[in-house]
């Protein structure tokens, strides 16, 4: 038996690219899919599958909304952007046993 053939036994299911079209073109059913086999994963990987999920989830969902309610939910995000990129952001930096602090 050859070692090379050995090196990827995953069941087709569970492998790379048929998990991420299932995210990416049906998320729901993706969403799903991942929950279920989470075991069969590290938990990065899992992560990073829901995360696909989840980003083509906003698109997919934005199809099923009226334009009224996406102007709103777009004029919301962008209060909330601008107000989270105001907000002054301190960092304590300590070296040797002097502190400074940093305002962005």
């Not at 299932?22 to 599958?49: A, D, F, Q």
Request: aromatic letters at 16%.
């Amino acid at each position: 038996m050859d070692p090379s053939n050995n090196r990827d036994k995953k069941k087709w299911y569970l492998k790379n690219g048929f998990v991420l079209a299932l995210c990416v073109i049906t998320p729901p059913i993706g969403y799903i899919h991942v929950l279920v086999n989470r075991k069969h994963w590290e938990r990065k990987e899992m992560l990073s599958y829901l995360l696909w999920a989840t980003v083509f989830t906003s698109f997919w969902l934005l199809k099923f909304i009226s334009k009224e309610v996406q102007l709103v939910a777009l004029i919301l995000a962008l209060i909330f952007l601008s107000i989270g990129t105001r907000k002054k952001i301190g960092l304590v930096y300590q070296s040797a046993g002097q502190s400074y602090f940093f305002r962005y």
